[in-house]
């Protein structure tokens, strides 16, 4: 017969192996596809998901708590599953579950499709600029994961083996339940109150004369006239056509070569590099 430490210690060990197992298995098969098993933490356009990240966080954990519990019900005796999950913990996985979708559909009613995907520093930035809403749902998540093991282990300790039936994961407090929830209020809030997003998507033709008219196409330009920069020169405000949300012309300078460009709104400043860029296949050259 098992002591209480040997119980939970043996099924402590079972369980991390489990896990590591899951997490192994997983990461060979996404292997296979050349993919990485961080990957299922990214959104469908390769970008970084802070929502993802906490789901795929607390399904681990879960995992872990849950396999403990089953073991030490198992190994002392108890063979039914422990099919009891808190509903303060579904309530918050929940969450992030319809976060995620929602976050997506924001993101590119209010950006645009998006570019080529950023690192895992993406998570915490909203519109490439540093996000509280974002900081805070990180840091919520990574504090409520720690207490929430705290609360487990707690359990484990004051635990009576002579009453196993009664061994359940215990429940997260419902005040981080609530702090979790206004996080992810706030994530998803700062979507709605971010600026849009400004971006270049082209450049027109792709060869054109000095003097004749050449078109940029994007994003929230905005219907206030801007600058052009071409290489380290500002084009004259004379040049500039048009000027619309999606659509700039403007008259090509004297130069000649290819250049790099700029577009400012604002405090706002936009750069296409236009030679050998991954982002926009399009090169103007000017003769």
């Known amino acids: 017969m098992l002591t209480k430490g040997q119980l939970i210690l043996a099924s402590v060990n079972l369980s991390a192996i489990v896990s590591i197992i899951i997490v192994f298995v ?3 098969i996404f292997k296979k596809s ?3 098993f961080l990957d299922v933490a990214k959104g469908s356009d390769g970008w970084p998901s802070l929502a993802l990240v906490q789901f795929l966080c607390w399904t681990l954990v879960v995992i872990f708590c849950f396999t403990t519990v089953s073991l030490i019900r198992y190994l002392g005796g108890v063979l039914d599953i422990p099919g009891n999950i808190p509903e303060n913990l579904l309530i918050l996985m929940g ?3 319809t976060v995620t979708p929602i976050s997506a559909y924001i993101s590119i009613k209010k950006y645009g499709e998006p570019g080529k995907p950023g690192g895992w520093e993406s998570m915490l930035l909203e519109n490439e600029q540093p996000s509280l809403s974002r900081f805070q749902m990180f840091s919520w998540t990574i504090l409520s994961i720690f207490l929430y093991l705290l609360l487990f282990f707690s359990t484990l300790k004051e635990l009576d083996i002579t009453k196993l039936q009664d061994l359940f994961l215990p429940d997260i407090d419902s005040t981080l339940v609530w702090l979790m929830g206004l996080s992810q209020g706030a994530y998803v809030g700062g979507k709605f109150m971010s600026p849009p997003r400004i971006s270049i998507t082209g450049i027109y033709p ?3 004369s000095k003097g004749k008219t050449a078109t940029i196409t994007g994003a929230n330009f905005g219907t ?12 004259s405000r ?6 619309g949300e999606n659509r700039i012309d403007f008259i090509v300078p004297d130069f000649k070569g290819k250049y790099d460009v700029a577009v400012l709104v604002g405090t706002k400043e936009v750069k296409m590099r236009l030679v050998d860029t991954n982002d926009v296949q399009k090169k103007i050259e000017i003769e």
Do not use: A, Q, Y
């Open 95 to 97: 969450l992030s579950v």
């Open 34 to 36: 050349n993919k990485s």
């Open 238 to 243: 004379e040049d500039i056509k048009e000027w």
């Open 206 to 208: 792709e060869k054109v």
């Open 26 to 28: 997983s990461w060979r």
């Open 224 to 235: 206030d006239k801007g600058s052009i920069i071409i290489g380290k020169e500002t084009i």
